[in-house]
């Protein structure tokens, strides 16, 4: 300074400077290259990142961010999505996130140049506060300057196995954004409260159809939360897929939902997929195409139809499948009947429409497996017909029970062993008509007469052979009688005249063989009569000669020592016809009556009333020999 002066210092100064700053710029053509290698966009397709060995180029950024590369141990995310490390908001370890925060973790740069149609997939797992709380995924096409959502609320809505968005309006997020948000606690006393949380790694996907030819494109996970309630393990992501979108699949399922009903299920449902059916059914008019994921159609009838499905997914070319589906119809005939009530002779078959080669389910028991099921009694049958591309499809059929063949018989029984007895069967049920055999033979109608007395038997069979047998018994009937009258007194000189009534013969105790029979002395007289077929009737009568009169104590004692205890009629009571006694007391009153010579009162009590010890009586009688009745009366006395 002191020797050269002001001026050369300064011009000294001046070149040092000049001189590092000539080197830095050397150093910085020298770093340039580099730098321009690191930012060079992925091209080379399908990019994986399982964040194993590296952290991927991921860069966390934002405000108050916490993303951390490594193994995660929180009490909810515990685990990487594949492999031991991925990146989570919140620490590897915390079991909460720092309040306020609005951080972003954002990709490299990936060049779409080549890729026709770009499509996404990760594993993500959440745990935040429900609504307020979340995270989004997003892209830009312009170095970072603007980012847009990728998808929304609706993906989810339309295609939930995509795992896109399962939260619409996340606050932190601001503006309403759509993203994931949500946690798997029991209760939260948090306003958002309980719930929506994945609980696990699930795999999250979205075609990016509108990136298709882009040469810079950055992705990144946004994070957001609010000032309070964030005691939660946060958001983590492993496990990124970036390439072509996966092939659609190119086919169908369905099943039957009813007569002439099928149900249709594309293989793999792509979500945000348009979808084009036609059931090949023109005569169903309008309902022979759907844009529905999985309709129904009702088939117009039986038959082969050509359904197609055009699937359409954004960024792809249209994946077509075309399938014969076959719509049978089933019906149940019966071939043959049950012939008789119990047998199992009936066989039943079924038709189906279209033709064709066909499996068969019978509900017999055995189960039976063709298309004609035999050896069957009454009942219900259902058979299940499948097929190949044919809808299973079933008909039901009642055999019906015939009429048991039945019989009565109304017997008339033969009379005193004359071959006299009948029968007449009348049968029900069976097909008529019928044939008879009967044992003993006695013709071969439904009735037959001039049968003696034994046991018959008829075997009775109808049209289709069915057998029933009656048995029976024809019995030997005697109700033949005769009376000559009860036992009778006459008096000497007079006479008797016995007329057991009409019969074809007769016979008495002298073997003469007159209808009637005249007694005139005393003695023991009897008849034997026989009938038009044959029956024999017996009887006997005592006749004696008394024609004494009957005559009535003055007094009794009914006291119950077994002498006279009874007042009444003595003496000749077999002679004594149109009897009746009367006894009355003092004061007139009736307390005994009788039509019976042999009934004796015995003193007591009238109709509840007390009797007096004196009584009158009066009784008329007819004496055998005597043209006119006898009538008595007198006192009697009752001692006690």
Known sequence: YKTHGMPYFRALTMKILLTALHLSLMALVMVLPVVSLTAQCVSSFPYSESFETSNGNWVPGGTAS????????????????????CWITGTLTQSSYSNNQNSTLTSPCFDFTSVAAPYIRFKIFWETEKKYDGASFQYSTDGGTTWTNLGSYADYAACPSSNWFNTTGITALGGGSDGWSGNIQPTAPCAGGAGNG?????????EMASLAGKSNVRFRFRFAAGSVCNNYDGFAVDDIWIGEMPATS??????????????FQPLTAACNASYAWN????????????SAASPTHVFSGPGDFPVSLTITVPGAPPAVIVKSIRVIEVTTVLVDPVLCAG????????????????????????????????????????????????CTAGD?????????????????????????????LQVSGGTGPYSYAWSPTAGTGS?????????????ITDQNNCRDTASFVIANINNLSVSLGNDTVICQGTSLLLSPGNFASYSWQDLSSAPDFRVTVTGSYHVIVRDDNGCVASDTIHVIADCSDLFFPGAFTPDGDGRNDFFGALGNLAGVSEFSLQVFDRWGRL???SSNPYQKWDGGMHHGIRVSSSFAWVARYRLPGRSQPVQRKGMVTMIR
């Open 250 to 263: 190119h086919d169908f399922t369905f099943s039957c939902a009813g007569s002439n009903s099928v149900a």
């Open 343 to 390: 047998d199992k002779t009936a066989t039943i078959r079924a038709d189906v429409i279209p033709a064709g080669s066909y499996s068969y389910q019978w509900n017999t028991l055995p189960a039976q497996t063709t298309a004609t099921a035999s050896g069957l009694g009454a009942g219900s049958y259902s058979v299940q017909v499948s097929g190949g591309n044919a």
């Open 396 to 424: 039901n059929i009642t055999v019906a029970q015939p009429q048991p063949l039945d019989h009565t018989v109304t017997i008339t029984d033969a009379s005193c062993g004359a071959a006299n007895g009948a029968a007449n």
């Open 279 to 290: 059931f090949g059914d023109p005569v169903s008019g309008t309902a022979n195409t759907s």
């Open 66 to 85: 916490q993303w951390s590369w490594g193994t995660p141990v929180k009490p909810v995310i515990n685990g990487a999505g594949g492999g031991a490390k």
């Open 447 to 459: 009735s037959a007469g001039a049968l003696s007395p034994g046991a018959y038997s008829v075997e």
């Open 198 to 206: 994945s609980g696990q790694w699930v795999e999250a996907q979205h």
């Open 591 to 593: 307390v005994f009556r």
